[in-house]
T-cell receptor, first 115, second 117 residues
Framework: EAGVAQSPRYKIIEKRQSVAFWCNPISGHATLYWYQQILGQGPKLLIQFQNNGVVDDSQLPKDRFSAERLKGVDSTLKIQPAKLEDSAVYLC?????????????FGPGTRLTVT | DQQVKQNSPSLSVQEGRISILNCDYTNSMFDYFLWYKKYPAEGPTFLISISSIKDKNEDGRFTVFLNKSAKHLSLHIVPSQPGDSAVYFCAASDIPPYGGSQGNLIFGKGTKLSVKP
């Protein structure tokens, strides 16, 4: 079974530039999550989708971050304009709607460096 | 305010001995707890979980203990192996894993485990 795919793996941009990340979840997983992991911290949820609807985006900085999951499968996360403090690893995860162990499956992440 | 705390940034143990990783939480509404393992340049992978109705869950060399009154859980790895060297994250959720809505996971900062041969 293929895992969660993310691209690019690494990205370096200057502040005030724009960047987009892509995620393809595991086939059949209706729920998709985007996390931000700053160095030395645990992952922090940015947004959760169920199919193509947003379940929770309370921690998404909506003035600069946006995300979409148009067809209920893959998703993109965009930052515009980027700030230095956005430097982090952006993780995508997916899960079944009813997961007995509440397990989320994570992709390898995209490491963003903002200079 | 951190709701899930892993107060030991790092832990070093000898191969074959027991590794004990600790986690404390503050939110009494948390109902489900998970441990994830993360290798460098990879995403976290699920290791083991426990519901608040249990006090222990075992899976091979990995056992998670939950003390609800103390709001504390621990992960025991016995025996420890060099391949267990990774960062271990404790995570908690306040929504049970059933029903129509997936709750959110709150992660601790992680503990880096080094198992020396």
């Amino acid at each position: 079974e293929a895992g969660v795919a993310q691209s690019p793996r690494y990205k370096i941009i200057e502040k005030r530039q724009s960047v987009a990340f892509w995620c393809n979840p595991i086939s059949g997983h209706a729920t998709l999550y985007w996390y931000q992991q700053i160095l030395g911290q645990g992952p922090k949820l940015l947004i959760q989708f169920q199919n193509n609807g947003v379940v929770d985006d309370s921690q998404l900085p909506k003035d600069r971050f946006s995300a979409e999951r148009l067809k209920g499968v893959d998703s993109t996360l965009k930052i515009q304009p980027a700030k230095l403090e956005d430097s982090a690893v952006y993780l995508c995860a997916s899960s079944f709607i009813r997961q007995p162990t509440y397990e989320q499956y994570f992709g390898p992440g995209t490491r963003l460096t903002v200079t | 305010d951190q709701q899930v705390k892993q107060n030991s940034p790092s832990l070093s143990v000898q191969e074959g001995r027991i590794s004990i990783l600790n986690c404390d939480y503050t939110n009494s509404m948390f109902d489900y707890f998970l441990w994830y393992k993360k290798y460098p340049a990879e995403g976290p992978t699920f290791l083991i979980s426990i519901s608040s109705i249990k006090d222990k869950n075992e899976d091979g060399r990995f056992t998670v203990f939950l003390n609800k009154s103390a709001k504390h859980l621990s992960l025991h790895i016995v025996p420890s192996q060099p391949g267990d060297s990774a960062v271990y994250f404790c995570a908690a959720s306040d929504i049970p894993p059933y029903g129509g809505s997936q709750g959110n996971l709150i992660f601790g900062k992680g503990t880096k485990l080094s198992v020396k041969p």
